[in-house]
């Protein structure tokens, strides 16, 4: 794939899915502390995403930097916007934010979750 | 690899000279650090796009040399 079917194919995906992580590893078995803490968090809420490994790609994984400007994985997009990685992910939701931002944007998930 | 923590703070220094600039090494291998940044330059900003001007500031080395650089912004 060239570096624009990269950048296509990745405008797809975040598109495509209302809740996108880009880690290294998968939801299942994440391969770096940062992505899993993420998936965690997610999962924790219930909510349903769509986890993109990118360490099977190495032009996805310098894709997904480009697109966003954003130098580190994991990256987080809900209905299409980029959210922020992990630090951002997780001040966010152990301050309520992530949660009322799922709401916001009328994604599912589990209101009933505690704060960390 | 890695970074020692006095450049990580001298180069986030050049762009914010305003900054307070603190800078925690996680596991003293040189590789793992946290940054605290509190500058009036990020008053008005999103969270992504502080984040964003610090890593402009650090001008490639994230991801790279720096692994992991837990980040924290806020405004005085």
């Known amino acids: 794939m060239s570096a624009q079917d990269v950048q296509d194919w990745i405008g797809k995906q975040v598109a495509g899915n209302d809740v996108v992580l880009f880690m290294k590893g998968t939801k299942a078995m994440p391969q770096c502390g940062f992505s899993m803490q993420v998936a965690q968090i997610l999962q924790h809420l219930g909510v349903d995403f769509k986890d993109i490994n990118v360490l099977e790609d190495m032009s996805v994984r310098e894709g997904v930097k480009a697109y966003s400007n954003w130098p580190t994985i994991p990256q987080l997009y809900v209905k299409g916007e980029f959210i922020g990685g992990c630090d951002i992910v997780r001040e966010m939701f152990q301050a309520g934010e992530l949660q009322e931002l799922l709401t916001a944007k009328g994604v599912a998930h589990n209101k009933q979750a505690l704060t960390a | ?76």
Do not use: C, W
Request: hydrophobic letters at 40%.
């Open chain 2, 1 to 76: 690899m890695g970074m020692a923590a006095e450049d990580i703070a001298r180069m986030i220094k050049e762009s914010f000279p305003d900054a307070e600039v603190r800078i925690e090494d996680l596991t003293g291998d040189g590789n793992h650090y946290a940054a605290t940044v509190i500058s009036e330059a990020f008053r008005g900003k999103s969270r992504v796009q502080q984040h964003q001007m610090v890593y402009d500031a650090l001008k490639g080395n994230m991801d790279g040399v720096l692994h992991a650089l837990a980040l924290k912004t806020a405004t005085p």
